[in-house]
């Protein structure tokens, strides 16, 4: 789960995280009531959605030259006309997509006199299976090309769990962005501060880009993104709370309300399958041959009728799927259970693109005669090659 700039930096705060000033805005009104709230002289206007990039980013109802979604402002007035003009309107970034996200909400923030930017980054390093900090003097921009061109100028640091966060891992950062004196002590600090926020809040990553230098010699962190692991999220109700749907894929919302694991992907096979693993196995073979999914979808391993029921109407409800794929092993539920909910599934959704079903496991041939039987036009395949080839044939035979 992703939460945004201002809810970030609130939760940063509580571990003693220095950032700017700011409020959140829903309307031009509380944006000048924000900015009342601020010493000014110098105000910053940032447009809220889940993405970075906002900065360089353009508004698709504004004219080319208009600026983006983080704007100086150095009057009330100024605020006031800029969140008049950014709200309500659509912008697109790098991180976006070409269809943009709607800005719905503002942070009004004290505008910083920049002396550098840096980067600094927390995540679940997967291959070591630990917290890992990436580090880089090159902050501000967009650190996958930095890692491209310039790979020398990121450091990386991990972090044994049996250890937690030590002194030395502290020193190792303030070195990797070439600080000294009290910011380099400052640079310590937060890194330790920003470990204890990682673990305290269960997060899958914390991301400041830009952290800054300020021409006062204070670091500071301007800009914040923070995801958590949504397997945690019972754990921290508050977390939950900061929760903004209109931010996410109304697919994976419905999915989540069942209990189903789903992904929104570009492809037109829409796929239903019990298990990450064999979720992703059918993923793949749907690639080999030759065309994409629309989705990664688990049922999970007791995959009941109104569960099945439920991700068939999820899926269907993606018009970009011509065809589903339903690869099923009966392990914890029998087949004929499982080709029960598919095929009461089916009827009830009114099924309008082909639909091939792989079922293996118990009671398997049981489950098969159910399928066969249905009086529904439903492609019996027999392993997962057959499968895929069948769907992949049906959807390019209906194109
Ligand atoms: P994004 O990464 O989505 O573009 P940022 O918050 O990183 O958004 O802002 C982009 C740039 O705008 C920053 O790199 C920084 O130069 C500038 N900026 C952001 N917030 C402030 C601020 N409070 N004061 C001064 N400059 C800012
Ligand atoms: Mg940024």
Same mark, same amino acid.
């Given at each position: 789960?992703?939460?945004?700039?201002?809810?970030?930096?609130?939760?940063?705060?509580?571990?003693?995280?220095?950032?700017?000033?700011?409020?959140?805005?829903?309307?031009?009104?509380?944006?000048?009531?924000?900015?009342?709230?601020?010493?000014?002289?110098?105000?910053?206007?940032?447009?809220?959605?889940?993405?970075? &990039?906002?900065?360089?980013?353009?508004?698709?109802?504004?004219?080319?030259?208009?600026?983006?979604? =983080?704007?100086?402002?150095?009057?009330?007035?100024? =605020?006031?006309?800029?969140?008049?003009?950014?709200? @309500?309107?659509?912008? =697109?970034?790098?991180?976006?997509?070409?269809?943009?996200?709607?800005?719905?909400?503002?942070?009004?923030?004290?505008?910083?006199?920049?002396?550098?930017?840096?980067?600094?980054?927390?995540?679940?390093?997967?291959?070591?299976?630990?917290? %890992?900090?990436? =580090?880089?003097?090159?902050?501000?921009?967009?650190?996958?090309?930095?890692?491209?061109?310039?790979?020398?100028?990121?450091?990386?640091?991990?972090?044994?769990?049996?250890?937690?966060?030590? /002194?030395?891992?502290?020193?190792?950062?303030?070195?990797?962005?070439?600080?000294?004196?009290?910011?380099?002590?400052?640079?310590?600090?937060?890194?330790?501060? *920003?470990?204890?926020?990682?673990?305290?809040?269960?997060?899958?990553?914390?991301?400041?880009?830009?952290?800054?230098?300020?021409?006062?010699?204070?670091?500071?962190?301007?800009? %914040?993104?923070?995801?958590?692991?949504?397997?945690?999220?019972?754990?921290? /109700?508050?977390?939950? %709370?900061?929760?903004?749907?209109?931010?996410?894929?109304?697919?994976?919302?419905?999915?989540?309300?069942?209990?189903?694991?789903?992904?929104?992907?570009? &492809?037109?096979?829409?796929?239903?399958?019990?298990?990450?693993?064999?979720?992703?196995?059918?993923?793949?073979?749907?690639?080999?041959?030759?065309?994409? /999914?629309?989705?990664?979808?688990?049922? @999970?391993?007791?995959?009941?009728?109104?569960?099945?029921?439920?991700?068939?109407?999820?899926?269907?409800?993606?018009?970009?799927?011509?065809?589903?794929?339903?690869?099923?092993?009966?392990?914890?539920?029998?087949?004929?259970?499982?080709?029960?909910?598919?095929?009461?599934?089916?009827?009830?959704?009114?099924?309008?693109?082909? *639909?091939?079903?792989?079922?293996?496991?118990?009671?398997?041939?049981?489950?098969?005669?159910?399928?066969?039987?249905?009086?529904?036009?439903?492609?019996?395949?027999?392993? *997962?090659?057959?499968?895929?080839?069948?769907?992949?044939?049906?959807?390019?035979?209906?194109?």
């Amino acid at each position: 789960m992703n939460i945004h700039e201002y809810q970030a930096k609130e939760l940063l705060a509580k571990f003693g995280i220095a950032v700017p000033a700011g409020h959140a805005a829903l309307n031009a009104e509380e944006a000048v009531a924000a900015a009342r709230q601020l010493p000014g002289p110098l105000y910053v206007v940032k447009a809220q959605i889940h993405a970075g &990039g906002r900065g360089k980013g353009k508004f698709a109802e504004l004219p080319a030259d208009a600026k983006g979604g =983080v704007r100086l402002a150095k009057s009330i007035e100024e =605020v006031e006309a800029n969140a008049r003009e950014m709200l @309500g309107n659509t912008l =697109v970034t790098i991180q976006t997509g070409a269809a943009g996200k709607q800005v719905n909400r503002l942070y009004i923030t004290d505008g910083v006199d920049i002396a550098k930017e840096y980067y600094l980054s927390m995540l679940v390093d997967r291959k070591s299976g630990r917290i %890992a900090m990436i =580090v880089s003097t090159e902050g501000g921009m967009d650190i996958e090309t930095v890692a491209h061109d310039t790979p020398e100028k990121i450091t990386t640091i991990v972090i044994d769990p049996a250890t937690g966060f030590m /002194p030395h891992h502290g020193r190792s950062v303030a070195f990797a962005l070439k600080l000294s004196g009290d910011l380099a002590k400052a640079a310590q600090k937060l890194s330790a501060q *920003l470990y204890e926020a990682f673990k305290a809040l269960d997060c899958a990553m914390i991301e400041i880009n830009p952290l800054v230098e300020t021409m006062d010699g204070r670091l500071l962190v301007l800009d %914040a993104k923070m995801s958590f692991d949504s397997n945690a999220l019972y754990r921290h /109700p508050d977390v939950e %709370a900061l929760r903004d749907e209109t931010e996410e894929d109304p697919m994976e919302i419905e999915a989540s309300k069942h209990d189903l694991a789903y992904i929104k992907l570009d &492809g037109d096979i829409g796929c239903m399958v019990n298990g990450a693993g064999l979720a992703m196995a059918t993923m793949d073979i749907i690639k080999l041959n030759g065309a994409f /999914p629309a989705n990664f979808l688990d049922v @999970g391993g007791g995959a009941s009728k109104e569960k099945v029921t439920a991700a068939f109407k999820i899926i269907l409800s993606d018009p970009a799927v011509k065809g589903i794929l339903v690869n099923i092993f009966g392990g914890i539920m029998r087949c004929d259970i499982i080709a029960e909910g598919i095929v009461a599934a089916a009827k009830d959704v009114n099924l309008s693109v082909p *639909l091939v079903v792989r079922l293996e496991g118990t009671n398997v041939q049981l489950g098969k005669d159910i399928l066969a039987n249905s009086g529904l036009p439903i492609i019996p395949a027999d392993d *997962l090659g057959d499968a895929a080839k069948k769907i992949v044939a049906e959807v390019k035979q209906a194109a």
